[in-house]
């Protein structure tokens, strides 16, 4: 009991995310509620059976499949983990046998009848008074310790403590390696887990994003890939671990009385029994708890992301009282788990005291009629704590394996989804030309869904040329877009670039040729100027800054605290709408594209700025075709082509004087507005006659 | 120690308040955590405001610290008895009359006469007496564990109370500030301090108190023990405690400094990681893959080196630090074993015995058990500290808007609205309206016309008192909107702005938001009114579908709508429409557009848009341009003076 050097036990891996050495012991379990239900997906596979019908057996070979690379640093852990169990039990040992050859001398000197020990109590001096004092003679004390240090009992002492020391010396070595070992292990492991999660995540296309929310993923990235290290760390290192020291100890307790090392078995099972019987009561508390903990949040964001509307409307009050209601129902909830666990923690504890006791009591009475050592009982309450200590980190492990199996099923999910757009192996880079486009019989089908999004298109545009592309939302004008950079693939009809074939060239190229501003804009955290280089990332400060000056956003990046060298995002400067759109549009420039998709990308720029763009853009974009998703007019009547889309047809090609011409969607709203707006409506001196129409 | 593994506070966790997680929040990931201090050395005035907290339920945290007390001096009893039955047992078949327990109750004064008395061979007394110490032992747990578990109940009730107190407190005062507060401070910052900081003062609050004071009074009294036992081994023991605590201390600032370069690496890689995701399009648009994956790889590098070398400064303190404690035991052996011989040598000496050497031992590890203890109760401190803070600060910030002590409540209006000389910047020293004056008459409707950035929106949230004017004033029907409750202000008005913010909950909930008593047959007509009846009934569950997370499940032209009937069923005297129709399709609009006119009739309307169909049909054109009015007047008046007005109205309609 008194000898084992309580140390933290190096923890394989959960090195990284907590927040200091001790958080981290805990799984913590808010990691656990990050990731989200599995929804409902079938992806397709590379390998033949779908994640979610995976046994759990499966999964769980599947999981240790990234030791592969790092399996000598494995074995190296686990060879270390031994020598420091050895170690550890010796030194226990050592201790023992320290103590009991002390008191074999005791045992063997004090052989005095009950008198002599009745008269040495009037003779003993008082307690306090030192050792040293009391010896009737200095030079018989010196005698007497030059006896004891070259032979006899105390010798045969120094020397343990001397062996103890040593293997206490060789602990520390271990520890130590054990550390850096552990952690090394575990962050490679990490590292290839997460390169290829990262990896696929960037291969396997927009579909597979569309089902899955970005934080969704994030998510699976981050949390169950968390939970599936660990778990295999734990499975590895401290499984290893705890079945050598129950083993080791049950043989050091056999070894000293094979009677005390039956006693120490009794105890195991109950333990066992009680430790699954609470983890499955308290299981579904935790969960409640969890849930309402996340209402509490989920009330709390809202008010602080809608606190306009709240303050609009007046609603505070009910808002406090929902906010207090919901707080209430999770404090319930808490008590009821203070509640188990305050019967849980002395239940354990009288368990453990129970066993030491009777360890203890067995080991007293052998002591007594001979057949055991003094020392030996201290080793029954270090053993039976280590054995009881280990078994309940086994019920952690078990209890770890339920999460990191849902884990591993979503996380493989992710791993074995096949790219839903592939390039072919003799892939050959987009030929030059001038940009020319042709849909030819193009049809395409989100997957999960019923009906198409596009439904035999066809046209051409010619290189060089402004397209426009009209018509209601969702009738799949930026799909159309997007099967031309092959984020999907059509599921009937051919699309060609410049004569080739999309599919048969090679995606690099392709998507090298071909640059999108999206309606919403998503810039990186980092500086301006790496955000417009983005696409090019040689590109030096003066290319920057030209295509800032043409996207209009030369001046107002000025104005920025530091520049072009101002932070963006979230720990950095937020720009409005329209300025985040006039970089994309810079960053868009700078790639040097044949062709420039504008989805919307002008929606949340007024009108001047909109046209000192356009303006700009005719300078550059000559020779380079360009696609536009609008609602203004204005932007539309210019181009070369209109398309106008509806419900996924093509039902209008031409340009604006040819649709006015004749009767169609295009005409119908365009005069729609117009008449909603004509009766009052003079026309201003010197103006122009079509107003501001939504298309 | 055996009971180590089972000290309380190892088992009692509870599942937290999961890390925020901002519902449908714009690409940031969920755990990245913030660039904010973890730590917080200890500061008075911040120990003050927590003590505040704690303070309703002192008599309960006194109780804790007394029940606390108990169960360690129950403990701490234990060794004894360890000693006791070492004692017994240690001469062989010759059991120590003179300690012993057994033969001492039996003896009554002296033990000696125990055996006389009992008639009990020298052995059975043996016996007896280790039957007597393990009852005895196995009494003092059994009445440690019940104050124990007793103690758990009572400290995690009083703690689990403050925290909820203060989580209620945090959203009180989040619901009183105003909307500058939510302008400066960003969304992922506000949610922290209601969630993960008060989840981080968990061990400070509830397990603080209990914490501390068993620590101290274990290792004061582990101190006595020993002294008591053997003051010479004491005191060749007992200075290796500053030792280690010094040692613990600089350990502690060596591990954190690791941790936090940990941290700050972790942080890189999850945030790369999860703008990766969120930016996918623009990714694949760009061609970045390889590049991408080549940054993310050498943030890994760098989170694989930080973890590393985190490992081993822990792999040298750690062993260190054992390394200490085990000194201790080598001095408590050697000079415990010769004093022991010594004993036996020389029976006249002072008296030494092995048992006493083992619970010298066991004392010695509870002398350095808190030592160790310390360094997590420090970081626990330094870490609630920063939090505490933080939180403090919040709740000390004042609304920059709050009614005045004398605030009336504001009667039905008619809605006239008038500004006088109102000057306001969001900063002080960066003016966005200059001197702007204008009056309404009840029922107007009037159209805010401007560049993006001139103020018009502005204009409407100091209508709506979201914030109030540097200079001049507001009036609503001759109030100033200083003198009357807020309250009172906005239930007489409706807001549509361009977000669209909708509540988890129904569709049927969110048109009712402003007036939870308004009857379904209220909500059906005002959406009949509306002409949105139809498209809700369409909705999967009609009034009942659920609108999803910030409303993500209906599309933003039926977000829209519901918007327009929320404010529609508040039936407000003013209408403020922000925006309200930038991002819908064609049908849509046009559904808007004459919902419109339902919804401003007979009420003072204010209007910022981008269609010159609403702007033209408005009582009251404001031209603003750099925060000031710069015309004023109806749609013709404006074009036939042919101004700014007028030159806007061109670039309106301008043909490319």
Redesign the interface.
Known sequence: ????????Q?KAGG????????RQE?PD???Q??GSKPEEVTPTLVEGIPPEQMSNFRLLIRMFEFVGPVKYLAILACILVALATFVDISTVNL?RL??NN??T???A????P?ST??A??V???S?????AS???SGASFIQ?IQT?FTHG??RT??NL?GL??LF?AA???V??????V???L???MV?SM??SM??Q???VG?SF?DRH???T???R???DLHNIRQFVNMALVQITEIVLYIVGYNILLASISPTVGLVALLPIPFWFTYLRYFSKKAQPI?KQ??TS??E???V?????????????????????SK??KT??R??DR??K???L??????I???I???S??SL??VG??L????S?K?GD??VF??A??NI??RL?QLNQISNQYQTSIVSARRFYEVMLAQPSVMELPDAAPLPPGSGQVEFTGVSFTYSGAVKPVLENVSFRAAGGSVVALVG??GAGKSTMMQLL?R?YDPDQGVISMDGADIKTVS??SL??S???V?QET?L??DTVANNIR??S?QATDGAVEAAARIAQAHDFIMELSNGYQTLL???GTTL?G?QRQRLAIA?ALM?DPKILVLDEAL?AI???TE?LI?RGLELVLTNRTVFVIAHRL??V??ANLILVLEHGRLTQMGTHEQLMRQPGHYRE?AV??LS??EP???V?????????V?? | MMTDFLRPSRWFKRPGNAAPRPAGLPAKSPTAPESEADYKPLDWKVVRGILEWMRPYWRGYVITAITGLLVNLCEMVTPRYMQQLIDTDIPGKTPNLQTSLAARALGFIHPAWAMEISGLSRTHLGYLNIMTTIALWAFTMAIGLLLQRWGIVNTSLIGEKVLFNLRKRVFAHLQRLSMNYYDKTKFGRILTRGTSDIDSMFNTIVWGVNTLLSNVTMMLIAAVILIFMDWRIAVAVLWLGPVLYVLNIYYRRRVGAAWRRVREGYTQVSSNLAENISGMRVVAAFNRQHQNLDVFNSLQLVNTSNNVRAAVVNGIYQPLLGLIGFLGKVIILIFGAYLVFHTAADPSSRKFTIGELVAMFIYWDWFMGPVINFGNFYNDTMMAMACAERVQTLLAQEPQVQDSSTAITLPPVKGAVCFEHVTFGYQSDKTVLKDVNFQVEPGQMVALVGHTGCGKSTIISLICRFYVAQQGRVMIDGYDVRDISGESLHRQMGIVSQNNYLFTGTVMDNIRYARPQATDQEVYDATKKLDCYDMMMELKDGFQTDVGERGASVSLGQRQLICFARAFVANPRILLLDEATSAVDTHTELLIQQALERLTANRTTFVVAHRLSTIVHADLLLVLDHGQVVERGTHQSLISHNGRYASLYREFTRDA
């Open positions: 009991m008194a000898v084992t050097r309580r140390r933290q190096p090195a990284e995310q907590g927040s200091t050495g001790e805990d379990e808010s990691r509620s990050l201790t320290v103590i002390v008191s001398v005791v045992g000197t004090v052989k005095l009950v020990l009745t040495r109590k003779t003993v001096p307690r306090s008074k030192p050792a009391s010896s009737s007497e004891h009992p105390l002492t120094i403590i103890l020391a206490v602990s520390t070595v520890t130590f390696f054990r550390w850096f552990n952690s090394k575990s962050m490679d590292f997460r390169a990262y990896d995540l960037q291969r927009f994003h929310s970005s934080g993923l994030i998510n990235s981050l949390s935790q708890i969890m903990g996340d509490l949040t989920m709390l964001s809202e008010n602080v992301a809608g606190a306009q509307v709240v303050k609009a409307f007046a609603t505070e009050k009910t808002e406090i906010y207090d707080a209430d999770l404090f808490v008590l788990n203070v509640g666990f305050s019967n849980f923690v002395p354990v504890r009288s453990a005291t129970a030491s006791l203890f009591l007293s009475f002591c007594v009629s001979g055991l003094v009982l201290i309450g270090v039976m704590g009881l200590g309940q209601p939302t950079a984020f995606l690099s998507r090298k071909i640059c999108f999206f998503f990186f955290s983005y696409g990332p995002g979230e720990r409005s329209g960053r790639a929606a007024d009108p001047e046209h356009r204005s932007t009547r210019a709203v729609l507005q909603g707006d009052s409506f003079p201003p001196p010197g103006g122009p006659t079509v107003p501001e939504a298309l």
